[in-house]
Nanobody, 128 residues
Framework: QVQLVESGGGLVQPGGSLRLSCAASGFTFSNYVMSWYRQAPGKERELVAAITSGSEISAGEMTNYADSVKGRFSISRDNAKNTHYLQMNSLKPEDTAVYYC????????????????WGQGTQVTVSS
């Protein structure tokens, strides 16, 4: 049974930091592209960051970020722990959203419809 379990969300002041974790089970984690999406109230779910599996030997592990978070957020993965992370620094009120962990097989980052596995989400609220 596939499971993606997010943790690390919460309330933080503007300028603060949070680290989200996504623990995966039920599939071969190292072979999957892992991503973080977020959805704010009244808005569509959007890609925040993604990291490829690293199994594409010629390309190595690659990351991709939404323009709005570049330089502030960092995605990483630990294949030995079947876990990936989103380090969020210099948080802004507009980062407030439910953050979802997602997994897909195949090459490249893909689009939202390419992701077959999703976590339940964790709330991040940035407010003073």
């Amino acid at each position: 049974q596939v499971q993606l379990v997010e943790s690390g969300g919460g309330l933080v002041q503007p300028g603060g930091s949070l680290r989200l974790s996504c623990a995966a089970s039920g599939f071969t984690f190292s072979n999957y592209v892992m991503s973080w999406y977020r959805q704010a109230p009244g808005k569509e779910r959007e890609l925040v960051a993604a990291i490829t599996s690293g199994s594409e030997i010629s390309a190595g592990e690659m990351t991709n970020y939404a323009d709005s978070v570049k330089g502030r957020f960092s995605i990483s993965r630990d294949n030995a722990k079947n876990t990936h992370y989103l380090q969020m620094n210099s948080l802004k009120p507009e980062d407030t959203a439910v953050y979802y962990c997602a997994a897909r097989t195949g090459r490249g980052i893909g689009g939202i419809l390419d992701y077959g596995y999703w976590g339940q989400g964790t709330q991040v609220t940035v407010s003073s």
